[in-house]
Nanobody, 126 residues
Framework: QAQLVESGGGLVQVGGSLRLSCAAS????????MGWFRQAPGKEREFVAA????????YYADSVKGRFTISRDNAKNTVYLIMNSLKPEDTAVYFC???????????????????WGQGTQVTVSS
């Protein structure tokens, strides 16, 4: 069973960029569809992006499309989220997620997630 550890969060100004990483332990990383969620104070956890097991099919929430890029390196058991043109409303705790599914595209539902990371804080200041 994969354990997920995020890194790369921090404080950035409006319009800036950050790269989040999520390292997975275990030998079955390529069996998981991987995703990123975020949760702002007082709000529900929301889907941000997901990527298929092969890494060929990314999928994004409308709120981040064109600004964020998800990718994965199955040889390194790592998934990434590059965030550009950051806005104050992107401020949240970002969570890495793993789902055992052959699904290629579409939203990832929190109830279907098998493993969560501990989260990393992203703060966008204006």
């Amino acid at each position: 069973q994969a354990q997920l550890v995020e890194s790369g969060g921090g404080l950035v100004q409006v319009g800036g960029s950050l790269r989040l990483s999520c390292a997975a332990s275990g030998r079955t990383f390529s069996n998981y569809r991987m995703g990123w969620f975020r949760q702002a104070p007082g709000k529900e956890r929301e889907f941000v992006a997901a990527i298929s097991r092969s890494g060929l099919s990314p999928y994004y929430a409308d709120s981040v499309k064109g600004r964020f890029t998800i990718s994965r390196d199955n040889a390194k058991n790592t998934v990434y989220l590059i965030m550009n043109s950051l806005k104050p409303e992107d401020t949240a705790v970002y969570f890495c997620a793993a789902e055992t599914t052959a699904q290629v595209l579409g939203i990832m539902w929190p109830s279907k997630v098998d493993r969560w990371g501990q989260g990393t804080q992203v703060t966008v200041s204006s």
